[in-house]
């Protein structure tokens, strides 16, 4: 049985090699058609509807100047932020059992929060943006961000909120993959040399130098 009515399903229109578009159905399984893909779906984000309005001025240098000084920002932009920031306000009560939605709020408002973030602080202290970037912090290095993706390999300074100590997502998936990857070749169990804690090192070489000069 077909997932898809076949006799609804609408031409794939894409445009082809001549310039005129294909008249082929879509497939049993998914709808498309198994060429193009079918028509563009067009921007799904808030960012690529943007991106689509204002790629298509032919003078942008007023519309940059007014975004710059004006700030024209949508109210709805501003009220789903602050919606967001008061509930992202109550989840610095709780531990690890909040971050998963955490990641939510952020995935649903990060434009929104990313937007008025500032403004936001302006109005409610500085505790405000520690709070909102905290939240998106924890959302990109869930997410392996590419701008925060650095954290994987690199020691970095806990955000004072929404810090999971055992570490994001992404680090918790490289950690998999590693395990997974040294199993196929060592074996199962295989834990390696564990380096040596620096302070244990100096401690070491404390005593040493304590055995040799008791024994001159």
Same mark, same amino acid.
């Given at each position: ?87 992202? %306000? ?11 939605? %955490? ?27 520690? %709070? ?66 620096? %302070? ?17």
């Amino acid at each position: 049985m077909s997932k898809f009515n076949l006799e609804t399903l609408p031409r794939c229109g894409a445009k082809t090699r001549s310039g005129n578009p294909c008249q082929r159905y879509g497939n049993k399984t998914n709808g498309r058609c198994k060429l193009h893909g079918g028509r563009s779906t067009g921007a799904k984000t808030k960012e690529g509807k943007l991106a689509v309005r204002v790629n298509a001025l032919l003078n942008p240098f007023m519309w940059h100047f007014n975004k710059r000084f004006n700030l024209e920002i949508k109210q709805a932009y501003i009220a789903n932020a602050l919606s967001a920031y008061l509930r992202l %306000i109550e989840l610095t009560k709780l531990q690890a059992r909040g971050l998963d939605e %955490i990641t939510e709020i952020v995935s649903q408002y990060r434009f929104e929060l990313e937007t008025t973030k500032y403004y936001i602080a302006e109005f409610d202290g500085s505790e405000a943006l520690l %709070i909102i970037q905290s939240a998106l912090d924890h959302y990109y290095k869930d997410t392996a961000a590419e701008h925060l993706k650095f954290h994987i390999y690199s020691a970095v300074f806990p955000t004072p909120y929404f810090n999971r100590l055992s570490g994001s997502n992404a680090e918790i998936t490289h950690e998999m993959r590693v395990f997974s990857k040294t199993e196929r070749k060592k074996g199962f169990g295989y834990v390696g040399r564990i380096p040596t804690d620096p %302070i244990h090192k100096a401690l070491k070489r404390q005593l040493k130098k304590s055995k040799a000069a008791h024994q001159i």
